[in-house]
């Protein structure tokens, strides 16, 4: 194993923490916004659309990790059917979601709508158009981040352990895409925001930006 830095092994063990007991992240993201969390059952398409409305979008696994933010979980946005694991009945709002390919733009527009609708009624305010466009900006950088975690990975057989990498993406799924990218680029040593969508790119709906993610 490679020799590594403090905040390198500070980066890790903060992952670790939050991968396995990530209520307490939650709990802070909620009083620091005054949002509201959402479980994604499996890992929604589009997270942009609920973080630009305020709503911490949770990638929820397994009955194990329903337990883990048990009653911090305010709406649940699924999309798969049957469920993966069983889903305890509640009163809490749901909103189906299916992975499916949509054969149009003006079809996938219409479910990506029906969803801002929805996560509007959660939040209790809609997402502006620059809060969805600042989502969609953070999110990219984590996609970036998370490229380049597996290429260093790939280069440096010594940076990461296989678990040490696993809790690092795992940290992600009650992270928002913000927080993730600061620990992903503390433990790369890189920019913590490059670059990722040119000024240009920002024209036009985001909301159409999202459609063509379901085509």
Same mark, same amino acid.
């Given at each position: 194993?490679?020799?590594?830095?403090?905040? &390198?092994?500070?980066?890790?063990?903060? *992952?670790? @923490? =939050?991968?396995?007991?990530?209520?307490?992240?939650?709990?802070?993201?909620?009083?620091?916004?005054?949002?509201?969390? &959402?479980?994604?059952?499996?890992?929604?398409?589009?997270? $942009?659309?609920?973080?630009? *409305?305020?709503?911490?979008?949770?990638?929820?696994?397994?009955?194990?990790?329903?337990?883990?933010?048990?009653?911090?979980?305010?709406?649940?946005?699924?999309?798969?059917?049957? #469920?993966? #694991?069983?889903?305890?009945?509640?009163?809490?709002?749901? #909103?189906?979601? +299916?992975?499916?390919?949509?054969?149009?733009? $003006?079809?996938?527009?219409? !479910?990506?709508?029906?969803?801002? $609708?929805?996560?509007?009624? =959660?939040?209790?305010?809609?997402?502006?158009?620059?809060?969805?466009?600042?989502?969609? /900006?953070?999110?990219?950088?984590?996609?970036?981040?998370?490229? %380049?975690?597996?290429? /260093?990975?790939?280069?440096? @057989?010594?940076?990461?352990?296989?678990?040490?990498?696993?809790?690092?993406?795992?940290?992600?799924?009650?992270? +928002?895409?913000?927080?993730?990218?600061?620990?992903?680029?503390?433990?790369?040593?890189?920019?913590? $925001? +490059?670059?990722?969508?040119?000024?240009?790119?920002?024209?036009?709906? +985001?909301?159409?930006?999202? %459609?063509? !993610?379901?085509?």
């Amino acid at each position: 194993m490679a020799v590594r830095g403090r905040v &390198v092994l500070e980066g890790i063990l903060f *992952a670790a @923490a =939050v991968a396995s007991d990530p209520s307490g992240v939650v709990i802070l993201w909620k009083a620091a916004t005054g949002g509201k969390a &959402v479980g994604c059952i499996p890992a929604t398409s589009v997270p $942009e659309l609920l973080l630009a *409305a305020d709503l911490l979008p949770m990638t929820v696994e397994s009955t194990e990790d329903l337990s883990l933010v048990s009653g911090q979980v305010d709406a649940l946005v699924v999309g798969a059917d049957p #469920f993966p #694991f069983p889903i305890p009945a509640g009163g809490i709002p749901r #909103f189906a979601f +299916p992975r499916v390919a949509m054969g149009s733009v $003006e079809e996938a527009l219409d !479910r990506i709508e029906a969803l801002a $609708e929805w996560t509007c009624a =959660v939040s209790g305010s809609p997402a502006s158009e620059g809060a969805l466009w600042k989502s969609i /900006r953070a999110h990219a950088t984590r996609r970036s981040l998370l490229e %380049a975690l597996n290429d /260093r990975c790939a280069r440096e @057989a010594g940076f990461l352990t296989p678990e040490e990498r696993r809790v690092i993406v795992r940290a992600g799924n009650f992270l +928002p895409a913000g927080a993730h990218s600061r620990l992903l680029s503390s433990i790369l040593g890189t920019d913590p $925001e +490059p670059a990722a969508i040119p000024a240009e790119g920002e024209k036009g709906d +985001p909301l159409i930006v999202l %459609a063509r !993610r379901l085509m």
